[in-house]
């Protein structure tokens, strides 16, 4: 279990510090993570890797010369926001484009997303580069939705290897996609780890077994076993990758045998002795394997094989040198090195825009709304953590009061400037992504911007402007997160609302919000009937049938107060 | 606990052989460790670091330029053989003499110290640094005694670099030992580690609490407390260190904060931060740290602080080139490359010499006795495990069968070479010694070599040969495991058994050997009332009291067995 912390709270911010401290040549900070000390030479391509942290040394622990040019760091197992990936990004951005790449899971999908789309609109060239490796997540015809675990290190190492050789943009996007093409990974579980300041590991697997196929944050496996040897388990994971060989892989590959955190080296050694000899009677010949620690999920127990089918392109990327905190090859790259312009730009803030008065009074509206939300979600804040310790990692209902409570902040600072409903909203849902992070933070950021983009300036918001606004952030959502009604997600309630008050306008914006509401909050109570199909559902999850959705729930409760607000509007008025 | 094994008796032979699987650029197999891959050039001092396995990466993962030349590998927490320090200082030796540097326990000091001994017998230069650097395991007027834990690093590492350097062996001798003097480390532990295929953890913490001091194998600590705040902790450790500065230290340290296994990164450096704070406060400047995993006891959770006070000297050193599997640092040493002498030298056996038609008869006695001691452990295997298991890791049954065993079988074969007895018990003891190893591996064998050293090839061996060889045996035993009478050790029964074996000798050799195996048999049972004073007592060792001591049980056992030999021979003569 994870014992050593001050605050849980400010565990990531405390750990980056000591981090920073530890490896001041190689790393320095930047708001939502780090960057290499010295930067890269003009002309670079940028390569950012991130993800949630408590992967040690994945992912911060390998910027440096070689290797990665910035990693954005989040919460524990939770993906940053996009305001942490474009925060990094430009920091790490030499002028030629910056390939972000990181392991596929739903947050982190949409928030580097959020990221590429304003580097995008910028001018700066930005790509998602995701890596897929997990041959137990989905089957080999749906490639694609697999996750990413170890194989995020050889896209990571190869593709940065191309940027420092000065390959451009292209190539070494190309390289990247054809490393995660080319690699495959199979882990097991023996045991969980736990959460600073939880009392409860985040999964179990029982004494005396294992979890085939278990993800590194305890997402399901393939089914569970009784604890093999380390020769059987050598053999079931050198079986279960061959089967998955690509086509055209050839004969050469680089392997990684990579331990979690609580299985260790000498573990790992007395495994690879195995594995090492079933490779090399299948024929392949290994290249300048990794035995140890390079993806851990903080002390869980177990490992995985990665291997990568290698091209003389590829191996030449894995065996180039490369030096961060924790992985370093051969002698440091010269390539890398400083150059006198060792001064990080300034982010500079979107400009202010005076509204019109009636645009200032819908803004004082909006103001008014998200402070009511972030006052009910401190209500609920217990109950819904509750709920979503049924199948979840129980953290919604904290995520839910630092989102809404920061874009109530951050909304009222921005409406006190004068600015409309549209700015006000756009302000709130990048605070909320920003501090809540994980996937609800960015569906909410998202929802926010979305509808606050379509609330005029020059006049009072009228019914149609909701239904518009509600039709916004229902795409948006439904954009980002990839859930279908009765995937058991916020969109289960979202959807009904849209439907509802678009049918339903025709009797005025504030009765026509709440009966939407009513029926927000009936199909959120309905996803206690439906077994979840998406989203990072936990062994446990089946016992979630009877429970409703969290996400939905909490959506049905701020719209269900934001009617009330507008029924006293249209009262008072 | 350690899950991955196949054989668990032939752990660490497993282990050796994938981590040289995962690393041929690095290390090469030789008898009793590893070496180099390539060998340094003619005319460096070798470094040879080493002790039990189960602590990767110490030791074998820092072999490589700029650091080691060899590692000596021990079974897990067990002190490697001597012949095993010995083979490994041979591969390592390139004719500037050999120095070897472990951490302070029994097992290791004898081992090494005989391996001393031989290598000088052969003209090869060699000396032991010794590392003492643990505060908590002595008051700081008994320095020397104290125990080496994550201290072995720096030492190591300054010696190997100094080596590398050009330095000559009273120059490296004089940096290792100038290091250590310099170093001090405070570590915790928050919960054991189970050894491949045992059920139970080697030592538990209670939920919750903490051992402040509690030594790597779960050697007893300082105290125990509740479980403190990440800055609490760095405060314990950092005051706890300064208290113990070095007179003349001055004010730049170098400082690592080591994770024992399941404390991972993430938490290592969140305490980091604080650590790190602190020490800039008290005025000092911290070069080049490490926070990281540098000395591990499998998967126990816990973490120390080590500061060594730097010079300019140990400054440079700490910070020259290294290129070893575990860990590197600038560009790889130049002056480590190979030569083209990259043939490891052949290890002459001593040769034999044949003996007269007495000294073979004696001979074939003392093979006898030696099958018939190899027969009696197997049957009282379990026994002496159970009895070990109350304060010790329960291995004294195994370790006595395997030794006593390997001792029969090495002593038939050279016997059959036409030997006399010498010959034989120093064949016998020498493979005792590097099957069982550990500490009463190496008691038992250097007994047998000295037993056998007063036995006469040309006559018969009578009473006063028996008593001179027992004195030999004895003072053998005490030289090498520095135990008293009543430190619950097999001195217990060797010394009542000698003493009454020199008083009854002239009632003939047969009677009075079995009136000692008595006395040594009541002395055997008496420790059971004493309450151990020295050795690697647990912090369960109170439970100790009320069981009688395994190895003087042993030993007492075998010499009753050896007494109702000599008296059949006297029958049948």
Same mark, same amino acid.
């Given at each position: 279990m994870t014992r050593l912390y001050d605050d849980p709270a400010a565990f990531t911010e405390d750990m980056v510090t000591g981090f920073v401290a530890a490896h001041p040549e190689h790393v320095r900070r930047v708001p939502g993570g780090v960057v290499r000390a010295k930067r890269a030479r003009k002309g670079k391509v940028a390569v950012v890797t991130g993800g949630g942290s408590g992967h040690y040394p994945a992912f911060c622990g390998v910027v440096g010369p070689g290797f990665a040019d910035g990693a954005v760091i989040g919460n524990i197992f939770t993906s940053p926001s996009a305001e942490d990936a474009y925060s990094v990004a430009r920091a790490a951005d030499r002028g030629a484009g910056v390939v972000f790449s990181f392991g596929n899971y739903a947050g982190d999908n949409m928030n580097f997303g959020l990221a590429v789309e304003r580097l995008q609109?910028?001018?700066?060239? @930005? +790509?998602? *580069?995701?890596?897929?490796?997990?041959? *137990?997540? @989905? $089957?080999?015809?749906?490639?694609? =939705? /697999?996750?990413?675990?170890?194989?995020? &290190?050889?896209?990571?190492?190869?593709?940065?290897? @191309?940027?420092?050789?000065?390959?451009? &943009?292209?190539?070494?996007? /190309?390289?990247? !996609?054809?490393?995660?093409?080319?690699?495959?990974?199979?882990?097991?579980?023996?045991?969980?780890?736990? %959460? $600073?300041?939880?009392? +409860?590991?985040? &999964? !179990?697997?029982? !004494?005396? =077994?294992?979890?085939?196929? %278990?993800?590194? +944050?305890?997402?399901?496996?393939?089914?569970? /076993?009784?604890? $093999?040897? @380390?020769?059987? %388990?050598a053999k079931i994971l050198v079986d279960g990758l061959l089967a998955e060989a690509p086509a055209d892989g050839g004969r050469r590959v680089t392997a990684i045998l990579n331990g979690l955190g609580a299985t260790k080296y000498e573990e790992l050694f007395v495994v690879w002795g195995t594995v090492s000899r079933l490779l090399a009677e299948a024929g392949l010949e290994v290249v300048a394997p990794e035995v140890g620690e390079l993806v851990t999920s903080l002390d869980m127990a177990g490992c995985s094989l990665t291997l990568t089918w290698l091209d003389d392109e590829l191996e030449r990327l894995w065996q180039a040198p490369a030096d961060t905190p924790a992985y370093r090859k051969g002698d440091a790259p010269s390539s890398g090195t400083a150059e006198d312009d060792d001064e990080l730009p300034e982010i500079e803030r979107e400009p202010v825009v005076i509204a019109p008065a009636e645009g200032q009074r819908t803004a004082a509206e909006v103001v008014r709304a998200l402070d009511a939300m972030a006052e009910l979600m401190r209500e609920q804040e217990d109950e819904l953590g509750r709920m979503d310790s049924v199948a979840g990692d129980g953290d919604h209902g904290r995520g839910m009061t630092r989102g809404s409570g920061a874009a109530a902040e951050a909304a009222r600072d921005i409406a006190a400037q004068g600015v409309g409903p549209a700015a006000v909203l756009v302000a709130a849902g990048d605070a909320w992504a920003a501090k809540a992070g994980g996937t609800s933070g960015v569906l909410w950021g998202a929802a926010l911007r979305s509808f606050g983009d379509l609330l005029p300036d020059d006049r009072p918001a009228v019914g149609a402007d909701l239904v518009a606004g509600a039709e916004a952030a229902l795409a948006a959502v439904r954009r980002l997160g990839r859930a279908e009604p009765g995937d058991k997600t916020l969109v289960d309630a979202l959807q009904p609302f849209t439907a509802e008050l678009r049918a339903a306008v025709g009797d005025g914006g504030a009765e026509a919000w709440r009966r939407a509401a009513q029926v927000a909050t009936k199909a959120a109570a309905d996803t206690a009937d439906l077994r979840p199909r998406t989203g990072r559902a936990r062994p446990l999850a089946e016992r979630s049938v009877g429970t409703p959705d969290p996400g939905a729930t909490s959506l049905a409760l701020a719209l269900t107060r934001i009617g009330e607000l507008l029924g006293e509007r249209e009262e008072a008025a």
């Open positions: 609109r910028e001018g700066i060239r @930005a +790509h998602n *580069a995701v890596v897929t490796d997990d041959v *137990a997540s @989905a $089957p080999s015809e749906e490639a694609g =939705r /697999r996750r990413g675990v170890v194989g995020d &290190f050889p896209v990571f190492k190869v593709a940065s290897a @191309a940027a420092e050789e000065g390959y451009d &943009f292209d190539g070494v996007v /190309r390289v990247a !996609e054809r490393t995660n093409e080319r690699t495959r990974s199979l882990g097991v579980a023996f045991d969980g780890c736990t %959460l $600073p300041g939880q009392d +409860h590991p985040l &999964f !179990e697997v029982p !004494e005396g =077994r294992m979890g085939l196929g %278990l993800g590194i +944050h305890g997402e399901p496996g393939v089914s569970e /076993r009784e604890m $093999p040897s @380390a020769s059987e %388990l």
